[in-house]
């Protein structure tokens, strides 16, 4: 079971959750409610600190350690979209 850290929005195309199970992060772009159900690009990104970022589009869930930056992008399906990433979070 997973549980929730943190969370952005995407000008409100998308939130990105910062989710815990326990024994690692993992990053999730969930489309608001005005975009389900039609063709978009959701992704998500995950770094931990030392390591590569992680870039999944579309299955929208990456995994790291702690102290990680992590983000996502979504897209309007019209050719219309926007992204965020945080900096170092959760060091500690």
């Known amino acids: 079971m997973s549980h929730f850290i943190d ?12 989710l815990y199970n326990g024994s690692t992060n ?4 969930w489309k608001s409610s005005k975009y389900q159900g039609i063709y978009s690009t959701t ?10 970022r992680i870039h999944d ?4 869930m ?3 350690g702690t102290c990680v930056s ?11 979209g926007d992204s965020r990433q ?4 959760h060091c500690g």
């Open 26 to 29: 993992c990053v999730v772009t």
């Open 62 to 64: 990456s995994y790291a």
């Open 70 to 80: 992590w983000g996502g992008v979504a897209s309007n399906g019209a050719g219309s």
């Open 7 to 18: 969370s952005y929005a995407i000008g409100g195309l998308a939130t990105i959750y910062l």
């Open 57 to 60: 589009t579309d299955f929208c």
């Open 86 to 89: 945080s900096g170092w979070t």
């Open 43 to 52: 992704g998500a990104s995950i770094q931990k600190q030392g390591g590569e």
